[in-house]
């Protein structure tokens, strides 16, 4: 039994954005242009992660875009080779300005080497930051940015809903396919530091909230991922346990 995912984008813009948090942050940008094409995507579905999803509270109340986000995401994670192979590398050879360059050359060899990592988990304070932030930008049609329109940073946002020390945040506008916005995070073109990818891959994140907002009156997409490492609930105040297992 496979999935198949059969959906068209028609000269699709997509901006991708990564900022970090941690003793600095920073912020890195790129956009890609791809051409309406048929793409057919077949992957075995894996109850564990439908299964893991699913459980994660919060998790009904997801939209569908979130959920299949969502899913791709902790997909990658779980199986960076099989993502590669069923999914990745079937997208990209349908489009010959972002298949076999420097970038999906090291992406495979990123995701074939990569160790298999625990799925993220739904927290609740990273789905407000999220959410809130793609609501702003979305029906604001505010700047892409990780900024809010009312100039509070990212690293603004992350303190004041109490989090601390560590965190990550990928941003994301385009025709609103979570799947090929995700390949085309990992793939980070013209994006040299991989920033994207890093967040993506990266075993220290262990929760992630995810917000979507239609992008004003057109038909694009405004998504937002925040991650973030362990944290734990004491006497009501998040306290950061940085402690990974």
Excluded at 29 to 50: D, F, G, H, R, W
Excluded at 146 to 154: E, K, P
Aim: charged letters at 15%; glycine letters at 6%.
């Amino acid at each position: 039994m496979k999935i198949l995912s059969l959906f068209h984008v028609k000269h699709l813009w997509l901006a991708i954005a990564v900022c970090a948090l941690s003793l600095s942050a920073k912020s890195q940008y790129s956009t890609v242009v791809l051409e309406q094409k048929p793409i057919t995507v077949l992957a075995k579905p894996n109850t564990y992660i439908q299964q893991w999803d699913e459980n994660q509270p919060g998790y009904q109340f997801l939209s569908s875009q979130q959920k299949e986000l969502f899913y791709w995401t902790n997909y990658s994670r779980s199986n960076p080779r099989a993502f590669w192979d069923s999914v990745v590398a079937p997208i990209l050879s349908l489009f010959p300005n972002i298949n076999n360059t420097e970038y999906s050359r090291s992406l495979k060899q990123d995701l074939y080497k990569s160790a298999s990592l625990l799925p993220l988990r739904l927290n609740d304070t990273l789905a407000k930051t999220s959410q809130e932030h793609a609501s702003d930008i979305g029906l604001n049609e505010g700047t892409f940015s990780h900024s809010s329109t009312d100039g509070t940073t990212f690293q603004d946002r992350f303190h004041l809903a109490g989090l601390k020390n560590y965190g990550g945040e990928n941003i994301s506008l385009g025709n609103g396919n979570m799947l090929l916005a995700l390949v085309l995070l990992y793939l980070d073109h013209d994006l040299p530091d991989l920033g994207h990818r890093k967040t993506l891959m990266n075993p220290d994140y262990t929760d992630i909230g995810l917000g979507i907002c239609k992008y004003g009156n057109t038909n694009s997409v405004f998504f937002v991922q925040d991650f973030s490492s362990p944290q734990y609930k004491l006497y009501g105040r998040s306290t950061w346990n940085t402690t990974v297992k």
